[in-house]
């Protein structure tokens, strides 16, 4: 596979909040994920579904609320200086492998669709991220 991405990408997150907002859409999570996100917020799984999460198909995605005309991630907590995740040490793989998901790394034009329409400000920003660490995120979702 000739990966166009072969000399790594840079990217930092500058905890803008907006891989965490927008259309309506969904933050996937498991079995295993679910229990760790129930135990940290000190809730039974049947709670923690009951409050926090939808049935898309077959699958669970974290609920969402309306702020500003946006669809937030439930967890997105804007009380502070900068958005944050409230469950950041256990959230979801989906949002651990950000902006490394297989549809934005399908090509260079994709990357900058994907950074444009979030916008993500850390996108071809910072660090230069080595081709390995992008291949396990991409390959974790």
Same mark, same amino acid.
């Given at each position: 596979m000739n990966e166009w991405y072969a000399n790594g990408l840079k990217f930092s997150c500058t905890q803008c909040g907006n891989c965490c907002t927008g259309p309506p859409g969904a933050v996937w999570f498991n079995e295993a994920e679910g229990r760790a996100m +129930?135990? &940290?917020?000190?809730? /039974? $799984? $049947? /709670?923690?579904? $009951? &409050?926090? +999460?939808?049935?898309?198909g077959t699958n669970w995605s974290l609920k969402e609320r309306i702020f500003e005309g946006k669809y937030d991630c439930i967890f997105l907590d804007r009380s502070g200086k900068l958005p944050s995740c409230s469950l950041y040490e256990v959230r979801p793989t989906q949002c651990r492998t950000w902006p490394f998901w297989p549809e934005s790394l399908a090509s260079p034009e994709a990357w900058e669709r994907v950074k444009r329409e979030t916008p993500c400000e850390g996108m071809n920003q910072g660090k230069l991220i080595p081709i390995e660490e992008i291949r396990i995120q991409r390959d974790s979702k």
């Amino acid at each position: 596979m000739n990966e166009w991405y072969a000399n790594g990408l840079k990217f930092s997150c500058t905890q803008c909040g907006n891989c965490c907002t927008g259309p309506p859409g969904a933050v996937w999570f498991n079995e295993a994920e679910g229990r760790a996100m +129930a135990k &940290k917020m000190g809730l /039974s $799984e $049947e /709670s923690f579904y $009951e &409050k926090f +999460a939808r049935k898309l198909g077959t699958n669970w995605s974290l609920k969402e609320r309306i702020f500003e005309g946006k669809y937030d991630c439930i967890f997105l907590d804007r009380s502070g200086k900068l958005p944050s995740c409230s469950l950041y040490e256990v959230r979801p793989t989906q949002c651990r492998t950000w902006p490394f998901w297989p549809e934005s790394l399908a090509s260079p034009e994709a990357w900058e669709r994907v950074k444009r329409e979030t916008p993500c400000e850390g996108m071809n920003q910072g660090k230069l991220i080595p081709i390995e660490e992008i291949r396990i995120q991409r390959d974790s979702k």
